[in-house]
């Protein structure tokens, strides 16, 4: 049973728009949803994350925003680069650290 | 070390052999995590180590995957009678203690012929 369900599974924007990636739970005992960043041959390497109790967190071009009551969080990449072309995950933690993924998203930033 | 080290980093093997894949968490780290990447896929949890022991192998797919860690730093992942579907790239992880930022090794690509 996948436990986050992220969308789309891919996106195309220009250089400059803003790649929108949308994951929802379902375990209300997740306590801390990180996103990740990946390269092609790399590891997953922590991008931002968000605790239940904010609705939002902002990191350089990076926000997540969050909606508790939904279920649902969100990555917004903003002014978008190039070099932002990779795939992101998102997820959700229990107790332990173990962290459910979601999907994934593969993103090109067109220049 | 700088960060979680893997190895093999690619490994090619037949069906049916065993392969054993190793990680170096970063020095000091005490929590310990193996991940499961199939192509295109997302990360499946695996095994969790905290020290030497296990409080969580949940994810382990089959009696033929085992794990283990010694002296609270190095662990090894185990695949018996290795099967094609087993083929993934495997991810380490470790963190300073549970609950708190995990760091992503590059992985082991497994390919099973």
């Known amino acids: 049973q996948q436990q986050v369900k992220q969308s789309p599974q891919s996106l195309i924007v220009q250089k400059g728009g803003i790649p929108i990636i949308n994951c929802a739970y379902e375990?209300?005992?997740?306590?801390?949803f990180p996103w990740y960043q990946q390269f092609p041959g790399k590891g997953p390497a922590l991008l931002i994350a968000i605790r239940p109790d904010v609705s939002e967190k902002k990191e350089g071009r990076f926000t997540i925003s969050f909606n508790k009551s939904a279920k649902q969080f969100s990555l917004h990449i903003m002014d978008s680069q190039p070099g932002d072309s990779a795939t992101y995950f998102c997820?959700?933690?229990?107790?332990?650290?173990?962290?459910?993924f979601g999907g994934g998203t593969r993103v090109l930033v067109k220049p | 070390g700088a960060g979680v080290s893997q190895s093999p980093s690619n490994k090619v093997t037949e069906k049916g052999k065993d392969v054993e894949l190793r990680c170096d968490p970063i020095?000091?780290?005490?929590?310990l995590y193996w991940y499961r990447q199939s192509l295109g896929q997302g990360l499946e949890f695996l095994i969790y180590f905290q020290g030497n022991s296990a409080p969580d192998k949940s994810g382990l797919p089959s009696d033929r995957f085992s794990a283990e860690r010694t002296g609270g730093s190095v662990s090894t992942l185990t695949i018996q009678r290795t099967q094609q579907e087993d083929s993934a790239v495997y991810l380490c992880?470790?963190?300073?203690?549970?609950?708190?930022?995990?760091?992503f090794g590059q992985g082991t690509r497994l390919t099973v012929v």
């Open positions: 020095s000091g780290h005490t929590a």
């Open positions: 992880a470790s963190s300073p203690q549970a609950n708190t930022e995990a760091f």
């Open positions: 375990n209300t005992a997740f306590d801390y």
């Open positions: 997820a959700a933690r229990t107790a332990g650290n173990k962290l459910t």
